[in-house]
């Protein structure tokens, strides 16, 4: 069965750096769109970009550019995410979960992965 | 881009249908068929419940349907139960490869 599996949670101080990673099985990594979503404590879901691990292709939210980016290895079917220049305000949950077109077709999700931003 | 706009809140009792807006610009929702639906239950990942406006994934009951007029789009959930009670999300294409979410609606079954 699809599967995408996260990292585990991580603590990290302002101005650090995160990467975040994210396991498929289940199908081939190359047939699908990744896309990374954040979710704030108590707050809506928020679109940070995708990758595409068939070529390594992304595109990224504006809020974002420059302080993201989204790589793959599609020997061992996983993609990253990292997020630099961390601040407080960037405390959320972070899933990744893949699109077969980039329509919003998206039909499975990682379990989430909480990443504190604290001093 | 600012998110979509959902209602925060919305309830009805067992039986009831509800129905959630979520409306875009003319340069997402109004533009493309691309609107999909996600339930998320509190602590959990988010779970696909419609796409391509109207469309619905293998396993989801048809209580839920989607639509869209113009640059608004609704969920709607017949017969509600008790289940049902969960945030749910609006996503839409936005054109040039990006995506974009609505705020999110807390759906309560009284």
């Known amino acids: 069965q699809v599967q995408l599996v996260q990292s585990g949670a991580e603590v990290k101080k302002p101005g650090a750096s995160v990467k975040v990673s994210c396991k498929a099985s289940?199908?081939?990594?190359?047939?699908?769109?990744i896309h990374w979503v954040r979710q704030a404590p108590g707050q809506g879901l928020e679109w940070m970009g995708w990758i595409n691990p068939n070529g390594g292709g992304t595109s990224y939210a504006q809020k974002f550019q420059g302080r993201v980016t989204m790589t793959s290895d599609t020997s061992i079917s996983t993609v990253y995410m990292e997020l630099s220049r961390l601040r407080s305000d960037d405390t959320a949950v972070f899933y990744c979960?893949?699109?077969?077109?980039?329509?919003?077709?998206?039909?499975?999700w990682g379990q989430g992965t909480l990443v504190t931003v604290s001093s | 881009q600012s998110a979509l706009t959902q209602p925060p809140s919305a309830s009805g009792s067992p039986g009831q249908s509800v129905t959630i807006s979520c409306t875009g610009t003319s340069s997402d929702v109004g533009l493309y068929n691309y609107v999909s639906w996600y339930q998320q239950h509190p602590g959990k990942a988010p779970r696909f419940i419609i796409y391509e406006v109207t469309k619905r994934p293998s396993g989801v009951p048809d209580r839920f349907s989607g639509s869209k007029s113009g640059n608004t789009a609704s969920l709607t959930v017949s017969g509600l139960q008790a289940e049902d009670e969960a945030d749910y999300y609006c996503?839409?294409?936005?054109?040039?490869?990006?995506?974009?979410f609505g705020g999110g609606t807390k759906l309560t079954v009284l």
């Open positions: 979960a893949r699109d077969d077109r980039l329509t919003g077709k998206i039909d499975y």
């Open positions: 289940g199908y081939s990594l190359t047939g699908y769109y």
């Open positions: 996503c839409s294409y936005a054109g040039n490869n990006r995506l974009i």
